[in-house]
């Protein structure tokens, strides 16, 4: 009896290996285009930093952070800093160094690294925590037009948190500006907007 339960058991396993087998190898042949495409790029720096990113954000088991780092310093571009910063601060195929990642992060200054600098001195991570200094980076990187920094500033306002003053017309502020001046709402924007009736404090 056991072993006529145990026959669909594994051929059901069997099949989900096939299964995954063959997704895996349908996003391998698909890099693997998208590589020969970005390969035929002229420009240097733009090809560099292309391929940098196409192995940092490979799927799962196909992600390559080694590859991803040295395409990402032979760019070295503001953009390609970013990506360096995470690599270091998160110790992703490299040793950590928490150090060099912050440090390529503010070389950075994009709107992307300015996020993420505010949100580590925000909660306190890898840095001692200041949260005066992280809302200074998130309003920066929301001045870039950064949307996620500008929801957490507005989630910010809203509570209090961390030593910050509650201000609903600043949250309104920042939650509206997120979703284009009112105009493209998601699902998070959507429930803060109206769950902090948010509304009444934009003129």
Do not use: C
């Not at 890099?31 to 292309?50: A, G, S, W, Y």
């Not at 998160?90 to 950590?96: A, I």
């Amino acid at each position: 009896m056991k072993k006529l339960i145990l026959i669909p058991l594994i051929t059901t396993y069997i099949l989900a290996v096939d299964l995954s087998n063959e997704a895996d190898n349908q996003l391998l042949e698909e890099f693997h285009k998208k590589i020969e495409k970005i390969e035929k790029v002229n420009d240097f720096t733009k090809r560099n930093f292309l391929l940098g990113k196409a192995y940092f954000n490979r799927h799962l088991t196909l992600t390559d952070y080694k590859k991803a780092l040295e395409y990402f310093k032979k760019a070295n571009t503001n953009k390609s800093k970013y990506y360096l910063g995470l690599i270091y601060l998160n110790g992703l195929g490299v040793k950590q160094d928490v150090k060099k990642g912050i440090e390529l992060l503010k070389e950075a200054n994009t709107a992307d690294s300015l996020y993420e600098l505010g949100k580590l001195y925000i909660y306190g991570k890898y840095v001692l925590q200041n949260p005066r200094r992280g809302v200074d980076y998130l309003k920066k990187a929301a001045k870039k037009d950064n949307k996620q920094a500008k929801i957490l500033l507005g989630t910010l306002y809203i509570n209090g948190f961390y030593g910050i003053d509650k201000n609903l017309e600043k949250a309104a502020q920042y939650i509206f500006s997120a979703t284009n001046n009112g105009t493209n709402f998601d699902k998070e924007t959507k429930e803060i907007w109206e769950k902090y009736k948010l509304y009444n404090y934009i003129n």
